[in-house]
């Protein structure tokens, strides 16, 4: 029903910032929340953050409170994770997911971006 498509990744030096967007189409689009994960090759998934759609309250992992944002534009079903301060073990593959008020779990998950950061 929901198809996430992510951009916005690419290699950017360490201290540097990027922007990644999760934008969302389909005939029904109810979000609960819209989450953020990445995963590095050999290490396990790991949660970014997400936001609660409707209030626009977000929660991080504690390995980027204060270095990332997580924000929304609903006009345009949109998601945003804005980096700051990237260090190279941010270096990952990155996943937006949505979940909708009908479901307990993400349910619909972007194709992913690499994100890399050098030293």
Known sequence: QVQLVESGGG???AG???RL??????RTFS???MGW???APGKEREFVGHIIWSSGKTY??????????ISRDSAKNT???????LKPEDTAVYYCAYRAYASNAFGSWGQGTQVTVSS
Not at 60 to 69: D, E, L, N, Q
């Open 60 to 69: 991080y992992g504690a390995s980027v409170t204060g270095r990332f944002t």
């Open 31 to 33: 979000p609960y929340d």
């Open 11 to 13: 290699l950017v030096q």
């Open 37 to 39: 994960f990445r995963q």
């Open 79 to 85: 998601g945003y994770l804005q980096m700051n301060s």
């Open 21 to 26: 967007s999760c934008a969302a189409s389909g």
């Open 16 to 18: 540097g910032s990027l």
